[in-house]
Structures are given as structure tokens and as C-alpha cells.
């Protein structure tokens, strides 16, 4: 088992991790570990990431609960030069389009795929392709910071995911790349490629941004042989938060 609790409260991504597991309120979990089975995850020490590293080389290959701080870095998305600090970034892009709605008629709304309109009636087509794709951006890898110099496996990063709105701003809009300038303003936190975010038409497409802080954490995890790398657990990874 893997469990990772930020002490503090942030807004949660609108998809969450397959692998996120809500099993109780952070509170809760923080004073009752969830167990490491096989490698002593019932009994694992707490550890600050601040400490030297030489107490931790001694739980090697064993679980440990460690409290830090998820240490940041830059990072662009590079199609669209949007700068933050954080662990991960996401783009999440949106079209206005038609679609069914269910009693014959038709609705518009905004929708991060595409939607299908060759079976729609005239009137009510959409665009034929999205404009832009989805990314994401993970720091790799992903640190506690501290002098312990703590690293999360790659297998752990799904479980990053309580991420809060990066706000877009006009210093966004100034660091767009040459071929984007002109075709996108900001709008209620937005890129938007359309006239008007109050009264969209079809085909204007919106772009957010999600992104994870530094936060302070509680994560229960496995050391790997070094010491110095947290892994999952063997069983099923498990993440909570005070938002879910």
C-alpha cells in the first residue's frame, strides 16, 4: 500500500487517479496509518524528510511514514508557454459543440472531446477535429524536500492529483507563443478562442490549467534498497485528502 495525505486542503482535480483510493478523511488516516503489509507498514517509523539521511539507510526494503514537503519546480507547457511552479501541470482544453439531448432536440455546451455530429441534423454540426490535446506535466521525479532528498517511484506520480485552478492571466496572454497571439484572450481564467465566455458559439474552444503546489504531505510508502526512493507497497495504492 502506498498512502499520501496533504495536511493542508486543496481543490481537487476533475478526473481523479484510477488508482486514487478514498478510504477516510485525511484527519483521520494522519493518526491511523493505513498498514504496509509484509514489510511492517503496521509498526512503520515516522520520519521527517528534514532529518539526516543516515536515519533512513537503516529501513531500507521497509516501511516507513514520512512528512515533508513536495519540493517544486518550473514548469512550461510548451505549446502555450504557461509558466507555473509545482510537482504537475495540467491542460485541460474544452469546444463548445452540439450534441443530443436526449428528447429529440439538440443542447450546446462545453466538452473536452470531440463529438461526433455526421448523424446531426443541418444546423447542428460541430468542428471535425480539437484544436489542442490535453498534457500533462509531471516534475520527474517527484521530491520531498529536505536533506533526506526523497524521491517518489514513477509508479507513485498517479497519485499526485490534488490540484487546485492555476488562474490565467494577461501575463499568460503576453508569453503566448507568435502563433497563438491574436487568436486567444483571457476570460474568466481562461484562454478563449471565441468572442464572448458568456456567450459562446460553436467551435470556440477554452483552455485551463491545473497545477499541484508545494503542500506539506504524509505519505506511508516502502524505502527502496538505497534509501533514498519511496515505492508502492505490494496490494492496492490507496490516496485521501480532506476534499474527497
Known sequence: LFALFPTKAPL??????????LILLASLLLSVPVPCRGVGGSNA????????????????????????????????????????????????????????????????DWFPYLIDSRDHTPGHLNPLAMPFENHTQVSLPIRIAGAAGLALSRELN??????????VDTEDLKRLPDELKGTFKVS??????GRDMRFPSVGDVRVSFFIVKDQDVSILARLDPTGTRLMPCEGRASLSDEER
Open 12 to 21: 481537487a482535480l476533475p478526473a481523479t487517479s484510477a488508482l486514487a483510493v
Open 45 to 108: 517509523p515516522q520520519l521527517s524528510s528534514r532529518a539526516d539521511p543516515s536515519l533512513f539507510r537503516p529501513h531500507a526494503g521497509k516501511a516507513v511514514h514520512v512528512q515533508g514537503r513536495l519540493f517544486p519546480v518550473e514548469l512550461d507547457d510548451h505549446e502555450f508557454h504557461f509558466v507555473r511552479s509545482g510537482v504537475r501541470l495540467e491542460r485541460y482544453v474544452e469546444s463548445f459543440q452540439w450534441e443530443h439531448d436526449g428528447r429529440g432536440g439538440y443542447r450546446k
Open 158 to 167: 498517479g497519485l499526485i492529483d490534488f490540484s487546485e485552478k492555476a488562474q
Open 188 to 193: 474568466e481564467g481562461y484562454f478563449l478562442r
